[in-house]
């Protein structure tokens, strides 16, 4: 018997995840489900975690495939060879397209195209939008023509209120399964040294080098402040492309100590201010917090899905800038707060640090924020019960 041949396009950190987790889910429903995968951009590490087939070579482009936030990246990009390597992945794509029984796209108007030229049945999950940020979906033309087609099967949310709107306008195929990042959100029992009576801060500075390094330097100025005003738990959480040798000269340059492993520290006015970090611990570290100091993607809207609040400062970029984090708050809501506009402005250090002391002190907050994180990423559950609608389709 031929095993059924499924293409999973992505575009992005978050969305080869979220496809990760989908494609994950598809195998251990059937055995006769053969999977391959095309990065789109960056390389495309969840896929090669579980040792899933790349149709394509990937390349890492200096915007990370965030340009529209700034287009002077796009303009990087474009003199790292945006437009060959553009050409090569279309090219390949329609190859390799023709044995596919079934494209999934995942992301947003890139991979939904690139699966609509194709010309196989496809599913889309438009991960990287939602009407949160307007009231009402805003798709370019493109998009919503590849997914008005009949070879689109399912569109598949990352919320219920952006399926609900666009069934509303009449894409009755639209539908909210839940949202996959939240399943990798399984706590280790990794021990993290913590006491029972201080609040935890979680440090999630990104996952973009070098942007998480400067963003675990803001983030480290908050800490010292908070440090003289009570006593909590720092925990950084960080991806593994973070070295120990960066985190040394990162320390060297703040006037900080770093002791292998993954340990900062800083004396002054007669403490010590500690703070943790470990590459292995996300999900114990979202765990046991109290609250997040983010300045990511994807891993606040999983700060925001287990019901705790987020507070965000604005960076330098590419990524985190206060532009991205206003368009964050309003996707996540209400438990999502940014302090200032500016990286630049010493004074969101201190208005930060206040506010964090402020937010673990309001009970009615903190009770709004898990009401909230249901309704705007949902709980657990959505890698199977996507998979189980793209194996119908099969």
């Given at each position: 018997m031929l095993k059924k041949q499924v293409l999973f396009i992505s575009n992005g950190h978050g969305e080869d995840l979220n496809a990760s987790l989908i494609l994950q889910a598809l195998v251990?429903?059937?055995?006769?489900?053969?999977?391959?995968?095309?990065?789109?951009?960056?390389?495309?590490?969840?896929?090669?975690?579980?040792?899933?087939?790349?149709?394509?070579?990937?390349?890492?482009?200096?915007?990370?495939?965030?340009?529209?936030?700034?287009p002077l990246t796009?303009?990087?990009?474009?003199?790292?060879?945006?437009?060959?390597?553009?050409?090569?992945?279309?090219?390949?794509l329609l190859n390799y397209s023709p044995q596919c029984d079934l494209i999934v796209a995942v992301g947003d108007i890139f991979p939904i195209t690139m699966a609509y030229i194709t010309g196989r049945p496809y599913v889309a999950f438009i991960v990287s939008t939602s009407s949160f940020y307007e009231g009402k979906i805003r798709l370019p033309l493109i998009t919503e023509w590849c997914l008005r087609s009949r070879r689109c099967l399912a569109v598949f949310t990352r919320d219920s209120f952006t399926a609900k709107d666009l069934q509303k306008r009449g894409m009755k195929k639209a539908?909210?399964?839940?949202?996959?990042?939240?399943?990798?959100?399984?706590?280790?029992?990794?021990?993290?040294?913590?006491?029972?009576?201080?609040p935890v801060i979680a440090l999630l500075?990104?996952?973009?080098?070098?942007?998480?390094?400067?963003?675990?330097?803001?983030?480290?100025?908050?800490?010292?402040?908070?440090?003289?005003?009570?006593?909590?738990?720092?925990?950084?959480?960080?991806?593994?492309?973070?070295?120990?040798?960066?985190?040394?000269?990162?320390?060297?340059?703040q006037g900080w100590d770093y002791y292998s492993p993954g340990k900062l520290i800083k004396k002054e006015d007669n403490k010590t201010i500690i703070v943790d970090?470990?590459?292995?611990?996300?999900?114990?570290?979202?765990?046991?917090?109290?609250?997040?100091?983010?300045?990511a993607g994807t891993a606040v809207e999983q700060v925001v899905g287990l019901g705790k609040p987020v507070i965000q400062l604005p960076g330098k970029g590419?990524?985190?800038?206060?532009?991205?984090?206003?368009?964050?708050?309003?996707?996540?809501?209400?438990?999502?707060?940014?302090?200032?506009?500016?990286?630049?402005?010493?004074?969101?250090?201190?208005q930060a640090a206040h506010k964090i002391q402020?937010?673990?002190?309001?009970?009615?907050?903190?009770?709004?924020?898990?009401?909230?994180?249901?309704?705007?990423?949902?709980?657990?559950?959505?890698?199977?019960?996507?998979?189980?609608?793209?194996?119908?389709?099969?």
């Open positions: 251990k429903i059937s055995p006769k489900f053969r999977v391959s995968a095309m990065p789109l951009v960056g390389k495309g590490n969840p896929y090669r975690r579980l040792g899933v087939d790349l149709i394509t070579q990937t390349q890492t482009l200096p915007s990370g495939g965030i340009f529209y936030m700034n796009l303009l990087q990009d474009l003199s790292a060879g945006l437009i060959k390597l553009t050409i090569e992945q279309i090219r390949t539908i909210f399964a839940g949202y996959p990042i939240m399943d990798v959100l399984t706590p280790t029992g990794q021990d993290l040294g913590l006491k029972p009576n201080s500075p990104g996952s973009r080098l070098p942007e998480a390094l400067d963003n675990l330097t803001l983030q480290l100025r908050v800490c010292q402040i908070l440090d003289q005003l009570e006593e909590f738990q720092f925990r950084v959480a960080l991806v593994p492309s973070i070295t120990e040798t960066q985190l040394e000269g990162l320390a060297n340059q970090c470990y590459y292995h611990a996300f999900a114990d570290i979202l765990d046991h917090c109290d609250l997040a100091i983010g300045m590419p990524q985190f800038t206060y532009a991205f984090a206003e368009a964050q708050m309003r996707l996540l809501g209400t438990s999502v707060i940014t302090i200032g506009k500016n990286p630049n402005n010493p004074a969101i250090f201190n402020e937010v673990l002190k309001d009970t009615n907050y903190l009770k709004n924020c898990i009401k909230n994180g249901d309704e705007r990423v949902g709980k657990k559950g959505g890698s199977e019960a996507i998979a189980k609608i793209i194996a119908q389709f099969l």
